[in-house]
């Protein structure tokens, strides 16, 4: 059995910030520097944020790891 993953495209924003503003009327929004939205609505989300933002490195870790335990799964039943 041949097991391929392709991960690409990443996006990965070293500065996320869960919490901070994806509202920031900026290109690049969700991150450090920017501080936290005024409006509770505009905060960007732990696992990411549909708006100007992108990838937390966490959501690239849980990725990975979801990739190891589902291969792990597959070898044991072979």
């Known amino acids: 059995m041949l097991t ?5 495209d990443i996006h990965h924003d070293p500065i996320y ?3 901070g503003n994806a509202e920031c009327g900026e290109p690049m ?3 450090n520097t ?3 939205p005024k ?5 960007a989300g732990y696992w ?3 708006r100007n ?7 690239f ?5 979801q990739v190891k335990k589902t291969h792990q799964v597959m070898n044991h039943s072979l």
């Open 17 to 19: 910030l869960a919490g």
């Open 4 to 8: 391929i993953v392709q991960i690409s």
């Open 29 to 31: 929004c969700c991150r």
């Open 53 to 59: 933002c992108d990838t937390p490195w966490n959501v």
């Open 48 to 50: 990411g944020d549909y």
């Open 34 to 36: 920017q501080g936290n």
């Open 61 to 65: 870790v849980n990725t990975l790891q």
């Open 39 to 43: 409006n509770p609505a505009a905060a």
